[in-house]
């Protein structure tokens, strides 16, 4: 059967794509022959997320690079991007800690004026995706767990620190979507317990890395939000909630103090 518009509309459809319509279009427009368009067509009927089959995603207005099992960015991660960069003064240094495709900290340097960006994930497959997606933005990209990899000489220098670490409890993993479960890697959905394993562990650290009045800024759901917000604080952070319904995001801030204050 020829793959026209309305076949493959219709292949979608059945195999429960939303938005069959608008997918049909990028897939057509991504193969460069019919062979490879039947190819990405099976691949999205059979559930591979859009991203994987695409190999990019579209996030802040940026076409990120994304690599199968790297998690995909989330658009309501725009609002973390969003507040981080109202808070980031020019010349600022900022850090994308558990930071996946690097879509968070490409987004950051578009809409402020970084001096230096860092990219940190444990992952090595997320690593070498970020590095493609934050070379534009003359960003350095580590692979390790969290601060490990920084060098050292940004302690204490940090003006922006973000973070969207796993934070869906061990117990609701099987709740999430099967293009999550199937295709992601669990390191990067998992967040314990309580969801909040890594979100402590960073916090503990913070204070040794941003400067006086840097930021910490983490995505949680709004369950956890108020639980991360009285984690900030026994770390010695001035923590924030804030929350977008339009988005369904929402992140905690934690400032750390001016000396002195």
């Known amino acids: 059967m020829e793959l026209d518009y309305s076949n493959i509309v219709a292949s979608l459809r059945a195999a429960g ?20 368009l039947s190819g990405l067509v099976s691949q999205r009927a059979a559930g591979m997320p859009l991203e994987y089959v695409l190999g990019w995603a579209e996030f802040c207005g940026l076409r990120i690079t994304v690599s199968p099992g790297v998690f995909v960015p989330r658009q ?22 558990c930071c996946g495709t690097g879509a968070l900290g490409a987004a950051l340097a578009a809409m402020a004026e970084l001096v230096e960006l860092h990219a940190v994930d444990l992952d090595r497959a997320a690593a070498a995706c970020a590095a493609r997606n934050v070379a534009s933005a003359g960003g350095r990209v580590y692979e390790g767990d969290l601060y490990d990899p920084l060098p050292a ?8 620190l973000i973070a969207n670490a796993p934070y869906v409890p061990t117990e609701s993993i099987p709740l999430l ?85």
């Open 177 to 261: 979507p099967l293009e999550a479960r199937n295709y992601e890697a669990m390191l990067a959905l998992d967040g314990g317990a309580d969801g909040l394993d890594v979100h402590r562990r960073i916090a503990a650290q913070a204070p040794e890395w941003l400067a006086p009045g840097g930021r910490l800024l983490v995505e949680t759901s709004e369950r956890q939000a108020w639980r991360a917000a009285e984690m900030f604080a026994e770390y010695g952070l001035i923590p924030q909630v804030l929350r977008s319904e339009e988005l369904e995001a929402t992140v905690v801030i934690g400032t750390r103090p001016n000396i002195g204050s």
């Open 153 to 160: 000489v940004l302690q204490g220098r940090v003006d922006i």
């Open 76 to 97: 309501r991660s725009a609002f973390l991007v969003r507040q981080a960069a109202a808070l980031a003064e020019p010349g600022a240094i900022a850090v994308d800690l």
């Open 17 to 36: 794509c939303v938005y069959a319509e608008e997918e049909a279009g990028m897939l057509m427009e991504a193969a460069r022959t019919p062979e490879e």
